[in-house]
């Protein structure tokens, strides 16, 4: 559970910094995604050391933690993506830390839900702040290239756990 605070966490604060020093957004933007940083970073380590605190409930811990964490990469891409083209690589986060205890067909739902969000996001930025007239080809095809990597990478990311956990074992 700690790994998200110990990589993640760490990858997001410093996106949203490149974010903030390069492209200089709106202080109410500014403050609202380093509020939003704090109280994910909170809410994952207050869970990481409670989850064995409440053994029975661990696995709707987890499960729990994975969909906060893609409910704060949605808030945080939302906000920052105008700002700075790299925020998509926060859906990562999410199904990354579920390949790490959950079977392959959760983490392939999680991947693919992290993807529509990120999709979905794409196209409300394009229809409120666009033409009107939505995404064109160029973005389409740019936003389904990085839905189709977050999946790829979750389920490369869970068998490589896998794998990891099979090595552990046949050395027992």
Do not use: C
């Amino acid at each position: 559970m700690h790994l998200l605070n110990y990589y993640f966490t760490p990858f997001a604060v410093i996106l949203i910094l490149f974010a903030l020093f390069f492209s200089e957004p709106e202080r109410s933007v500014t403050v609202a995604s380093f509020a939003i940083l704090a109280a994910a970073f909170a809410a994952n380590f207050w869970l990481g050391r409670n989850v064995y605190r409440f053994l029975r409930w661990s696995r709707h811990i987890r499960a729990v933690t994975v969909w906060l964490n893609l409910a704060v990469s949605s808030a945080l891409f939302y906000l920052l993506s105008p700002y700075w083209a790299p925020m998509w690589l926060l859906f990562l986060t999410a199904p990354a830390a579920s390949a790490m205890y959950m079977k392959k067909w959760q983490v392939f739902l999680t991947a693919l839900a992290a993807s529509a969000a990120m999709i979905a996001l794409y196209y409300a930025r394009s229809l409120a702040y666009g033409d009107g007239s939505g995404m064109g080809a160029q973005l389409w095809g740019m936003a389904l290239t990085q839905a189709v990597f977050i999946i790829f990478f979750s389920l490369f990311t869970s068998a490589m756990a896998e794998m990891i956990v099979k090595v552990r074992d046949s050395q027992r």
